[in-house]
């Protein structure tokens, strides 16, 4: 997933704000899934929602305004009751690595209650992409 950084996104120094990082990376899980051809509204409409229930980020360099970056989404594990994914964000200009960070979640129902993820979708999750 390609981002751009919006003037909006940074703070008084200049420096993209903490609060945005999380945006991109449900952007890029949405993408990832989209990849394989899966849809995170049919999966919302189906009833299941993917909560997230832990969040973890480490910082390794600054972006700033206009900045263009690459977010790379990937399954580290999935489970019936768990995923994890992982993800890293680059600077394509010059290469240089961003960030580095992981989100788990758990599948629940629309009450928010934990539930096991359908066979289906659980094996869709776990397949390689479709596109060629």
Known sequence: ?????????????GVVHHSRWAVWLEAA?????????????????????????????????AARFDDLLEVTARLEEGRSRRFIFSYTVRRPADGTLLAEART???P?????????????????LNDPPSRP
């Open 108 to 124: 629940t129902d629309r009450s928010g209650r934990a539930i096991r993820m359908s066979s289906e979708w659980l094996a869709a």
């Open 1 to 13: 997933l390609s981002v751009r950084v919006r003037f909006a996104e940074t703070d008084q120094m």
């Open 104 to 106: 788990v979640h758990v």
């Open 29 to 61: 899980r949405v993408e990832w899934l989209r990849e394989r051809g899966l849809s995170y509204r049919e999966l919302e409409d189906s009833g299941v929602s993917l909560a997230v229930s832990e969040l973890s980020v480490r910082y390794r360099a």
